[in-house]
């Protein structure tokens, strides 16, 4: 009898292990769709996040043959690609981020840990598209979109898109940014945001969501007055959409739930 519940005891501890494996180290593609009137022809996004320094395979070969495999018209990075005080995390990042900008156009802003400028400055050497408060105008087919980026790991009351960009409200704007202040970028006029930081609260339970995000707890029912409560996925304002990954890595502990780390495939389409 006792040997039988040391077997089911050792089951129970593979299962729960099994579990913690492939809800933290597996990857998936998740595809979001949003229709505009602005669009004229499909543009695919691939956004990534919060790598934290991860590795998928060796030298991130799993991670980029996803990527590859989506075949995007360009790629969003949106910050913490690395820890701070991490230096090989440091260089695992960047050489992912370099390796697709080998192939595709890369657009980064950072987040509070990686905000490096000896980092910057060795992504911009290397044909990365780094946008510290910068606005770059592309044309896709028939479709002209204007990307903002922004750099803030905080934002003053007084925070305004408006006096550092101007904004042509007839051409489709996305706007770069490793945290969310929807608000304030649905004011200005953006029409798609996409940001990271909340690594969807990595530990998300069924009907309630994210545990915990910016030090709030089950912030999607407790956080109705602020930004915590966008922890994963595509939120509406007005006209104007937020799109928040959960990324790739794991701080400041190695577990998910729920939550795997995440290719964002974005999709924009024409009405």
């Keep these: 009898m006792k040997r039988k519940w040391i077997l089911i005891l050792l089951v129970i501890i593979l299962i729960c292990l099994f579990i913690w494996w492939f809800n933290t180290f597996t ?33 991130n070969n799993k ?4 990527i590859e495999k989506e075949n995007p018209d360009f790629i969003c990075v949106t910050g913490d690609m690395y820890t701070a005080g991490d230096e090989k995390g440091k260089q695992v990042a960047k050489n992912l981020i370099v390796t697709l900008a080998e192939k595709y156009d890369v657009y980064f802003v950072n987040g509070e840990h990686d905000s490096s400028e000896e980092f910057m400055n060795e992504l911009k050497a290397n044909n990365v598209k780094v946008l510290d408060y910068k606005k770059e105008t592309i044309e896709i087919k028939d479709t002209k979109l204007n990307l903002y980026g922004i750099t ?28 969310s202040n929807f608000s304030k970028f649905e004011q200005f006029g953006i029409d798609l945001s996409l940001c990271g930081d909340t690594h969807g609260g990595q530990v998300r339970l069924p009907f309630i969501g994210a545990v915990t995000n910016d030090g709030i707890w089950f912030p999607e029912i407790n956080a109705s007055d602020t930004d915590a409560k966008y922890t994963k996925g595509l939120y509406k304002e007005n006209n104007s959409y937020l799109f928040i990954t959960s990324g790739l890595g794991n701080y400041p502990i190695p577990i998910r739930l729920f939550n795997r780390p995440e290719i964002a495939v974005i999709k924009l389409l024409g009405e």
């Design 27 to 59: 990857i998936k593609t998740t595809v979001t769709e949003i229709v505009s009137d602005k669009i004229k022809n499909e543009i695919k996004i691939v956004q990534i996040s919060d790598l934290h320094g991860s590795t998928f395979g060796k030298d």
């Design 63 to 66: 991670l980029i043959r996803k």
């Design 152 to 179: 803030n790991q905080y934002y003053s009351p007084t925070f305004d898109l408006a006096n550092e960009f101007e904004i042509n409200k007839d051409e489709y704007n996305i706007l770069l940014a490793h945290i």
